[in-house]
Structures are given as C-alpha cells and as structure tokens.
C-alpha cells in the first residue's frame, strides 16, 4: 500500500476487508451513533510487547524466525545505545525486506524511544498501521490499533501540523471501530481541503464510507486513488471487492487480474487467488 510515507510498492494488500453495506446514500457527518454502533467492535486480551513478538513468530520460516530471536536477545543486551541501534536498524530492514510490517513497528518503536522526534515516531505509526491490513486475530488488531495510535498521538505532541500522522491516527481510529469512529470526519475533511489529492486522506475517506455502507462513494474515491497511484495494488484489490459486492463480477475479476500483474510475494499471490476463486464461484 502506497501511502506518502511508504515505499512505492512495497505494501501489499489486505486479507481481510471489512464490508458494511447499508444506508449508500448517507452523508458521513450525517452518521448516527446508532449506524456506527452497528460496525463490530474491537475487543480482545491485549498483548504484552514480548507476547505480540512470540506470537508473530509462529508463522515465520524457522530461519527468518531464528534471525530475528537473535537480534531481539541482541537488542536486549546491547552495551550502549549505539550498539542497540545498530541491532535496531539491522532488525528492522529484515522485517521490512519480507514485508513483516508489524514486526518492522515493534523495533522502530524501540528506535523511537531512544531518538525521541517526530520522524521516528511516525514511521512507527506507519508501520504498525500498514500492519493491520496482515492481522487477523482481535488481539493482534488490538495491539496493532493501540500501538498505532499512540504512536501518532506521540508525533502529534511533537509536531501538532503533521498531517501524515493525522491521518494515520484517523486510519487507527477507524479500524477500532466503534463510537470514536465520529471523531476521524472533520480531521479528515481538514486535510482534504488542503490537499484534495492527499493520497492517505482520500483512503481513509474511502474506507470510512465502506465501513458506513456508503458503496457508491467508496468505489469513486478507490477509482480517484488509483489514478492517483497506479502501482498500488491495495486499491485494486478493495475495489475488487466493493464491486463483486455489488454484482459487478467482471469488472471485479479486471481489477483483481491487474492487483496480481503488480504482485511478486507468493503469499499475496494466493490471496488474490483465493479471492478470483472466491468471486468466480459466486
């Protein structure tokens, strides 16, 4: 997923999209609590920061896994702050490379907390938001959510005017889906008044109107994001998806053909496939 702090190409598509399609005419400052208290709320055992990364684990090869246990133990019982460091930005480029974008946040945060500015914390915000799109279990979202937001409120304290960590902090809220969801709408039409082609403001808008049932404008502002970033293949795939939901199959299998042509991971493969299965057996 392209977002302007990320890599050009190196995010990748969403598992799981969340589809709410009700009430496509309704305005999204005109969402009622009761509308947004229909949206299924997040709610798990939270994570310690050591469980999230054991858990995170399980599902790596036994290399990749082992690399990683040894810079985590490295960074552990690193003599200075240098060293820990060194072991950081090591730790974090592995994860990054294999697109482990959750695990890439777990050690930035702890490069943030010994650098302590604004960029250091908004690429943590980045990374654990750029995560969500992997997670599956409630806790993991959980973490994630948490994890995201506080790191963009951290930004925010630093630098009030940063719209990148104003949108990843609206990007957070809208995930957890509940009542806070309210919040993210005026934040989000302040930015876009003053950029009306800011590439992280229009996606969150759009996702805000697939959560509130709003199709119509959800597939306009996913057709205005991929003219805006081509070589995204996230668009595509959330696109593909909104338009399967509305019957339009064959324009969705177009859209999800052109998310593959812009794929390399065979793990992102085999969701696109699942998801051409999914939509062709319909």
Known sequence: MKRPQTYAI??????????????????EADLSKKETSAIPKVSAELLTDE???ENSLKDLSPTLAEQLKSFNTNINGARNSNQKIDFLNKAGLLCDSASLFALTGYFAEKMAQIKQTPAAWLFVANRYANALQFANASAERLYLINKGKAAARTTLQMDATNLDAQNLLAQCIIEQSDDSIMTVIPILKNIESKDSNNIAAIYNLAMLSVKSGQTEKAIMRFNKLIKLEPMNPENYFR??????????KKQALQML??????????????????????????
């Open 10 to 27: 190196a995010i990748s598509i969403v598992l799981l999209v969340l589809l709410f399609y009700k009430g496509m005419h309704t305005s």
């Open 51 to 53: 469980s999230f990364f």
């Open 239 to 248: 696109l593909a998806d909104l338009l399967s939901t509305g019957g339009d």
């Open 257 to 282: 053909e052109t998310c593959k042509s812009l794929l390399k991971s065979p793990e992102q493969l085999k969701v696109v496939d699942e998801k051409i299965k999914e939509i062709t057996n319909k």
